[in-house]
C-alpha cells in the first residue's frame, strides 16, 4: 500500500526556516510529479510547489523566491525547503504524488502542521 508522510512542521517565528520532508513507501517517485498543498483554516487547499518527474520546479507567486523543492528519488522523499516564513505561511502542508497516463495515480499524505508565529 502506497504511504506518502510528511515530517518536519512545527512552530516557529516570522523570518525563520523549516525543511519539509515527504518520505514515500511502496510507491516509485521517480515516476511522479510531486507537489506540496497548505490548507489554512477557512481556506482551500492550494498548491504551493511542484516538482516534475524531470525535475522542473514552479511555485505559488506567494511563497516564490521563499520556498525550494527538491526530490531525492533513491531516498523516495521530496522536500520543501522554507525561509523567511511568514505568519500567512500558517496551515497544515500536504505531499501529493501524481501520475497519469491511461491510469490515474494520485496519493496524498496525512499532512503537517506549520505555524509561524511570534
Known amino acids: 500500500q502506497v504511504q506518502l508522510v510528511e515530517s518536519g512542521g512545527g512552530l516557529v517565528q516570522p523570518g525563520w526556516s523549516l525543511r519539509l520532508s515527504c518520505a514515500g513507501s511502496?510507491?516509485?517517485?521517480?515516476?511522479?510529479?510531486m507537489d506540496w498543498y497548505r490548507q489554512a483554516p477557512g481556506n482551500q487547499r492550494e498548491l504551493v510547489a511542484t516538482i516534475t518527474d524531470a525535475g522542473s520546479t514552479n511555485y505559488a507567486d506567494s511563497v516564490k523566491g521563499r520556498f525550494i523543492i527538491s526530490r531525492d528519488n533513491r531516498k523516495k522523499t521530496v522536500y520543501l525547503q522554507m525561509n523567511s516564513l511568514k505568519p500567512e505561511d500558517t496551515a497544515v502542508y500536504y505531499c501529493?504524488?501524481?501520475?497519469?497516463?491511461?491510469?490515474?495515480?494520485?496519493?496524498w499524505g496525512q499532512g503537517t502542521q506549520v505555524t509561524v508565529s511570534s
Open positions: 511502496a510507491i516509485n517517485i521517480s515516476f511522479f510529479t
Open positions: 501529493n504524488a501524481l501520475r497519469v497516463t491511461v491510469r490515474r495515480f494520485d496519493f
